[in-house]
């Protein structure tokens, strides 16, 4: 099961983009990388899933290089209410479901006024 | 289009006692995953169900069961609860066998308190 490692925490301020790495060294040939955000109290959100290069949507961008060893979640101009936590799940969730992705720490991101 | 929906929302349990919690997967989706998720913790796999049978299991007791139903949603049980049970429950939804979009959506969770 691919493992994940990204920063526990990181600050910003309104309006900047915010760029949050996460590694993935042994990922597998059939898992993707998704990236979900998390508030107090709820329940995981589903921000943007990619396999290889550059994948973008109304909210954020997602970058894989050519090894997949890597991915980074661009979120443009940030604002107050980004303040969350951001998990970088790696796995085969298109064809199981989830039950082989493996949800770490995440990173927080404080976004400041 | 109606997303994944789970019930209570709070509820505080003592020690011993039993516990269900109730999921509705998002509408079009088969399989339902249940995940633990401790204060300050990221979510931890509980089980899966697919087709009304547990397909997977993570690292949980016995204590934990589940059931899900011909309208695939599906029910989590805990019984004999420890302090420790305290978290907050969160059942996520899905296609299984996947394709292209294919990911998994969470509910808001339901908050357990043991004392």
Known sequence: LAKTTQPISM???????????????????????TWYQQFP???????????KTKVTNEV????IPADRKSSTLSLPRVSLSDTAVYYCLVGDIRNTGGFKTIFGAGTRLFVKA | DAGVTQSPTHLIKTRGQQ?????????????????QQALGQGPQFIFQYYEEEERQRGNFPDRFS???????????????????????????????????????????????TVV
């Open chain 2, 66 to 112: 589940g059931h899900q139903f011909p309208n695939y949603s599906s029910e989590l049980n805990v019984n004999a609860l420890l302090l420790g049970d305290s978290a907050l429950y969160l059942c996520a939804s899905s296609l299984v066998p996947g394709g292209s979009g294919n990911t998994i959506y969470f509910g808001e969770g339901s908050w357990l």
């Open chain 1, 60 to 63: 954020a961008s997602l970058f």
């Open chain 2, 19 to 35: 516990v269900t919690l109730r999921c509705s997967p998002k509408s079009g989706h088969d399989t339902v995953s249940w995940y």
């Open chain 1, 11 to 33: 600050d910003s301020y309104e309006g900047q983009e915010v760029n949050i790495t996460c590694s993935h060294n042994n990922i597998a040939t059939n898992d993707y990388i």
């Open chain 1, 41 to 51: 109290s709820q329940g995981p959100r589903f921000i943007i899933q990619g396999y």
